[in-house]
């Protein structure tokens, strides 16, 4: 028997001095040992204009790039699958290491069942000669992960119920997700596990699964666990300022009359989480009739990031009242800049 070897990719780590973002993202990475080589994007111009291509147009730091797959604002998780990803390993072969069967079930249905599935940021991808065709249909959705590519997604159908993109795939992964080709994964109350355990109950403890605690949704979108359906819209005070929460269902509804500045965010993002204090108070600021704020959770919205192209988080995009682009900026602005960019749009109204 041959033991699998790997080397691991060179981790290019673009900074710059004085951003608190690259401090602590190169913090993580150390406790991590994960070894990078650094370049300062004010000292190297070829860093600058890799930098500024990845991140359409801007220099936004940290970004990250392994192989050729560049990661702007990334976690240390999402570097670490990446690497992990990217390691070539001879002899691997693509299943679950635990070499039990999985099996997805819905509504007591079960989906998909297989002994070779792929395991890639704690999700399981299922051969797709494994899912039962009569249970699945394509949809129009189309979202786009950093270091996969981008994804396609399935209807899930039992009987006259349909779950909306319940199922997803990429039907041209990245070389570093290459062994996830031709396989399907599951989100969206659809429960994956081993056959070995129980089945899954039928009706409300599987719809349950989409209606659990913020810290329990938020820890499996860190581990790439089911993930929750997207909540209603809701207009919250946060003390500052007027904020709107969009979802796809709400999105265009929430544009009629005057600008529209919004958020592209996600729970674990954390210079996304860190620009909210400013977001607020420049919408405490500036609220009005004619100029709305609103945010968007990537995770539970993708439609809405797609539709725009954000690629990278966090995303402000200044729309007009026909959800046309007026203005954009990747990453945790300034307060001044995004406040220029506000003065500019209401300028040339």
Not at 112 to 132: K, L, Q, R
Not at 156 to 171: E, G, N, Q
Not at 193 to 202: G, H, I, L, N, Y
Not at 214 to 223: D, E, G, M, P, Q
Request: net charge negative; hydrophobic share 35%; proline share 7%.
């Amino acid at each position: 028997m041959t033991t699998p070897t790997s080397t691991k990719p060179v981790v290019e780590f673009f900074w710059r001095p004085g951003c608190p973002y690259c401090a602590s993202l190169d913090r993580a990475l150390r406790k991590k040992h994960v070894a990078v080589t650094k370049r300062n994007i004010w000292d190297d111009p070829e860093a600058a204009q890799l930098v500024r291509t990845a991140a359409r147009g801007n220099e936004t730091v940290p970004t990250i790039n392994i192989d050729g797959t560049f990661l702007v604002n990334p976690s240390a998780r999402e570097v670490i699958d990446l690497l992990n990803a990217s390691t070539p390993t001879d002899n691997a072969e693509p299943t679950d290491p635990t070499g039990t069967t999985m099996r997805a079930l819905w509504n007591g249905t079960v989906i998909a069942e297989s002994d070779a599935t792929v395991e890639v940021e704690g999700n399981h991808y299922f051969p797709i000669e494994s899912v039962n065709q009569q249970h699945i249909r394509p949809s129009d959705t189309h979202t786009r992960c950093a270091w996969k590519g981008t994804a396609s997604y399935f209807d899930v159908v039992v009987d006259d119920t349909v779950k909306a993109d319940a199922a997803w795939y990429y039907p041209e992964p990245s070389t570093a997700a290459r062994n996830i080709k031709g396989h399907v994964a599951f989100w969206k109350g659809v429960r994956v596990e081993r056959s070995t355990e129980p089945p899954a109950s039928d009706g409300p403890d599987v719809q349950a699964a989409g209606n659990r605690g913020w810290t329990a949704r938020l820890r499996a979108r860190l581990t790439g666990g089911t993930a929750p359906d997207a909540p209603v819209a809701t207009t919250s005070n946060h003390g500052t300022g007027l904020v709107t929460d969009l979802t796809d269902d709400t999105f265009d509804s929430a544009l009629a009359g005057g600008f529209t500045l919004v958020d592209f965010w996600a729970p674990w993002c954390g210079p996304c989480k860190a620009f909210h204090p400013t977001f607020e108070a420049i919408a405490a600021d500036q609220a009005s009739d004619h100029l709305r704020f609103a945010r968007v959770n990537v995770d539970n919205s993708p439609k809405s990031a797609s539709r725009y192209q954000v690629m990278s988080i966090p995303t402000l995009l200044l729309l007009d009242e026909n959800g046309e682009p007026v203005d954009m900026a990747v990453g945790a602005q300034p307060r001044a800049k995004v406040e220029a960019m506000l003065r500019n749009a209401m300028n040339q109204r």
